[in-house]
């Protein structure tokens, strides 16, 4: 690998690496401060940040963003329930609130409505369609 673009990638910011070098763009940044949970992917099983991360942090990692969860062109059950109760909103803060609630949904499968509201606090819709959000995680959660 030449050496500029090894130090290129040594500075290159985990969310950049996804969008730009492998074109999954459905991760977003937001604040890129780590805030607004827009960047949110699953590292080796933990949610993560991926604006606050470089991707060689990551080498080696398994990684999941958010269009891992669709299987066989079939919509992960929390990606239906978003759709089904109109949490979708804009669309910006969508998949890092689809990450953190894998990632909740993954630690605890049956939360309650509270657990889920404190699991998604560390993301930000800027619609505020909140509400909608709770609904559909609680809604795979009685599945």
Sequence with gaps: MPQAYQSLFQNTLLADFLREDLGLTATHLGCEHGV???C???LNGESV???LLLAVQANGGEIVTVEGLAKDG????????FWDHHALQCGFCTSGFLMSAYDLLQK???PTEEEV??????NLCRCTGYANIVKAVMAVAEK
């Design 108 to 110: 605890n499968p049956k």
């Design 74 to 81: 079939q919509m992960h059950p929390l990606q239906q329930a």
């Design 117 to 122: 509201r404190h699991g998604l606090s560390g």
């Design 40 to 42: 949110t992917v699953n």
């Design 49 to 51: 940040r991926s604006c």
């Design 36 to 38: 607004c949970g827009a």
